[in-house]
């Protein structure tokens, strides 16, 4: 059960921790406010569930085929376009600004964006039937597998933001313009990676 877990454990850092859309969107959440980093990251998770309760339930083999992946690769790349522009749009906002914005509506809006760009992720899917195969061949506990990588997954989607948020205060304006573009430019450049590989792959 403990090597099960542990096993669960680095599995969840090594999908939490790699640069990819939903890190960069914590990390831009992150710098307007800590909240906002966690719940775009809760956001995500709650996706994550989703796909992992339909491989129990056997939906999933259902939904892994190419029309379907095609489909959702499309909807993910059009949804990281938006996300990249809407960042864009607002890469001159003073970092201060957004503190005073915290409510329900603007925590639950977040939530959603992280949960719908996980959703519309069609690796997402490859990522946890992968998972499923490692954990019936190496013949693990999915229980426990599956704690210790929710576990690992939670930590860092917590403490992540939390040192975004902490060392705000020494990024200038200046970079924080630079840091909404370089966000925009790699979110619009996964949004044309997956475009493409749904078309001619």
């Known amino acids: 059960m403990i090597e099960s877990f542990f096993e669960g454990f680095l599995l969840g850092l090594g999908a939490a921790v790699p640069l990819g859309p939903i890190n960069i969107l914590i990390m831009n959440q992150a710098l307007k406010n800590y909240k906002f980093g966690v ?39 059009l949804f990281l376009l938006y996300l990249g522009i809407k960042i864009y749009q607002n890469r001159n906002k003073q970092l201060e600004s957004h503190q005073s914005k915290i409510t329900t509506h603007n925590i639950f809006k977040i939530y959603i964006q992280g949960f719908i760009l996980t959703l519309l992720n069609p690796y997402t899917i490859a990522f946890w039937l992968s998972i ?46 630079f840091i909404n573009i370089f966000s925009f430019v790699i979110l619009c450049g996964f949004a044309i990676s997956l475009f493409v590989h749904v078309l001619f792959y």
């Open 132 to 177: 499923a195969g490692y954990v019936v061949n190496k013949e693990l506990d999915i229980f426990f597998t599956i704690a210790g990588m929710l576990s690992a997954i939670t930590l860092w989607i917590t403490m992540m933001p939390y040192f975004i948020n902490k060392t705000k205060h020494k990024i200038s304006q200046r970079v924080s313009v």
């Open 39 to 77: 719940a775009t990251g809760f956001g995500a998770m709650s996706a994550d569930m989703i796909y992992l309760i339909m491989i129990f339930i056997g939906l999933i083999s259902f939904m892994n085929n190419p029309i379907f992946l095609n489909i959702l690769g499309i909807l993910g790349s």
